[in-house]
């Protein structure tokens, strides 16, 4: 298989599983779900495949792929190609995204068997990750954009999936609507880097080469407004709104979402644009410290949730922010390495949440789930694995990713942030053990329905990958050579520490996570403590962000739309419309009497006219005239 149709094949295969599965589903009353299911299963499964087979080439003989498909535009000597490319970045991404979205689909199976809209849910999903690998493969930042609004556009379909709640359809409606306000400034930055290294092909290459010659002043604008569109879709202050709402998915597609898709493009495409942000370090300043404030502000308010997937929709945000610190400071590798130990440990947790849900008749709140450890022993260990990795707890993955993470601030030498970093890292491990506690931990028990074994098996998988992906860039420390971050070779600042003050830091670090765990053991396991907690206080209420955002945004641009309907709309526009078809009316009526459909009238008007006419002539020839 050559280069070119390896690639289009890894992309298209999802979207003509998806194409597939919609006819099928539209065209037949009642098709057999299992043929949705090797349909869907089949399409990611083929781009799973053929991803680990790039990702291999990339990294053990520094192979390229890239793939035409068609020229999409040509004006001139400007052309726009639909062109993938699979480089070592690209390569690195398809590493995780295509296996764990398999293996969320493989888990979707299972958790939506005998849904009553199989077809329609399988035919997003395959549409979703068909857009995530054609964000992720774009030879250039047009092409990108089209994948980036498509995951927007199907998640939207998939958090108001069940759209008879109209609660649902809300969450879906905010996720779009905060997206396109993220979105805006990614176009804008698109227009004006298009006008100020616009070449033939527009490709990033091309676009890298020309940014030396464009004034600093437009560089950190254009940085700025690409970063505004990460915001958005990796949900960072402050347009992280959408994502504690859109829980209201079903809970495949929360881990589609968390996981290695959706929120983490905003990571990639910060990666991507590398060399831009080299060259605007107070943005990336700006970027760190965005990051640092939205690791801690999620972190804090995770910690007084209740609803499981709410809680980890928090932990999402604040392990994108540890990510976007790392980026900001520079160390594009390391952020791009715990991107992709978060995948496995945030898959397997929203996963375990889902296998909860349906277990236990779709009760999300942690404190109606107490006593849970006995029914479901193998998921427990699973659970609580994920949650030692999270609080990067040696030598599971997520330690290594996180302390390096740390390192890098520490060496930055911007000690605020490594503060930061710091509360929100002990945070992480004081609400995934106080979740974990509550519901493993407690005297009473709970009887569960059996569930699909469909869900289990990826479960193992992740869990395997939580423990031991953490070794594929072990630091020199521990006897390692950071393989990640040479085969990935990013523009990455020199932030190293002596090994002496590393391991100082990894010590002192891992011990605070420890103590705060026994606190929370203390706290939580096997105690009524959690039914004690205020639930009136501002961190309960989310720091009252959405009523803020509410009082602000909302109720002005709602009043506002009144007044231009009753006003404007209905007020002047109507009035002058309605006015006119008066006018016209009355208008008619006065034709009428001319257009009456009387020959005898017809043959008057004829007459007068020929009288007229030769009256005319006989003027004119008299010289009157």
């Given at each position: ?90 390569s690195f991404m398809l590493l995780f995204v295509a296996p764990v979205s ?446 803020i955002y509410t009082l602000l945004i909302t109720q002005p641009l709602h ?67």
């Amino acid at each position: 298989m050559s280069d070119s149709t390896l690639l289009s094949t890894l992309l298209l295969s999802p979207l003509i599983s998806a194409a597939l599965i919609f006819f099928i589903n539209m065209l037949f009353l009642n098709p057999r779900q299992s043929l949705f299911t090797f349909l869907a299963l089949t399409g990611s499964g083929v781009s799973a495949v053929l991803a680990l087979i790039v990702s291999y080439q990339s990294y053990f003989h520094a192979q390229v792929f890239t793939s035409h498909l068609f020229t999409w535009l040509s004006i001139g000597e400007f052309t726009i190609e639909l062109a993938l490319k699979a480089d070592a970045l690209g390569s690195f991404m398809l590493l995780f995204v295509a296996p764990v979205s398999f293996l969320i689909h493989l888990y979707a199976s299972g958790y939506m068997d005998k849904d009553k809209s199989y077809g329609r849910f399988f035919t997003y999903f395959n549409l979703f990750i068909f857009f995530m690998f054609l964000l992720v493969l774009a030879d250039n930042p047009i092409i990108m954009f089209i994948g980036w609004e498509g995951v927007g556009l199907v998640s939207y379909a998939l958090i108001g999936f069940y759209f008879e709640d109209i609660q649902n359809t809300y969450a879906g409606n905010k996720a779009f609507i905060v997206n396109r306000v993220g979105d805006f400034g990614f176009l804008s930055a698109l227009m004006l880097l298009f006008i100020e290294a616009g070449s033939a092909g527009f490709s990033f290459d091309s676009i890298f080469l020309s940014l030396a010659q464009i004034d600093p002043s437009m560089l950190s604008l254009i940085a700025f407004l690409l970063f505004v569109g990460a915001m958005g879709k990796s949900a960072q202050i402050p347009l992280f709104v959408w994502l504690p709402d859109a829980m209201a998915g079903p809970t495949p597609v929360s881990a589609l979402i968390h996981a290695a898709t959706m929120v983490t493009a905003g990571v990639y495409m910060v990666a991507r644009f590398a060399p831009l942000y080299t060259m605007t370090p107070d943005i990336s300043l700006f970027i760190a410290y965005v990051g640092a404030f939205s690791a801690l502000f999620a972190a804090i308010v995770a910690t007084r949730q209740y609803d499981i997937k709410k809680i980890l929709a928090y932990s999402t945000m604040s392990q994108l922010g540890f990510m976007f610190m790392a980026l900001g400071v520079g160390a594009y590798s390391t952020a791009l390495f715990h991107m992709f130990t978060h995948a496995f440990f945030k898959g397997l947790l929203f996963m375990a949440a889902g296998y909860i849900i349906v277990a236990f008749h779709h009760k999300q709140d942690i404190r109606e789930l107490q006593g849970i450890r006995k029914s479901l022993p193998l998921l427990f260990v699973m659970m609580f694995t994920a949650s030692l990795s999270i609080s990067a707890i040696p030598p599971l993955s997520a330690f290594f990713s996180k302390d390096a993470i740390m390192g890098a601030l520490y060496a930055s030498g911007h000690v605020e942030l490594f503060l930061m970093a710091l509360v929100a890292s002990l945070l992480t491990a004081y609400y995934m053990f106080r979740m974990v506690f509550v519901l493993f931990y407690s005297q009473k028990t709970q009887s569960t329905k059996k569930s699909s074994k469909s869900m289990l098996y990826p479960m193992v998988v992740l869990t395997v990958l939580s423990v031991f992906a953490g070794l594929l860039n072990l630091p020199e420390l521990f006897g390692g050579n950071l393989n990640i971050s040479n085969w990935l070779n990013l523009l990455d600042k020199e932030l190293l520490l002596p090994h002496a003050k590393e391991l100082l830091l990894i010590s002192v670090n891992t011990l605070l996570i420890l103590g705060v765990i026994l606190y929370t053991y203390k706290r939580y396991a096997y105690t009524q403590a959690i039914h004690k907690e205020s639930q009136e206080n501002l961190v309960a209420k989310k720091f009252y962000v959405d009523e803020i955002y509410t009082l602000l945004i909302t109720q002005p641009l709602h009043y506002l739309s009144i007044f231009f309907e009753q006003k404007i709309s209905h007020g002047i526009i109507d009035r002058l419309i309605n006015l006119s078809a008066l006018y016209y009316a009355r208008a008619g009526i006065l034709f009428s009497y001319l257009e009456n459909g009387n020959v005898r009238f017809y043959a008057l008007y004829m007459l007068i006219g020929v009288v007229s006419g030769f009256v005319y002539l006989y003027w004119a020839l008299r010289g009157v005239l």
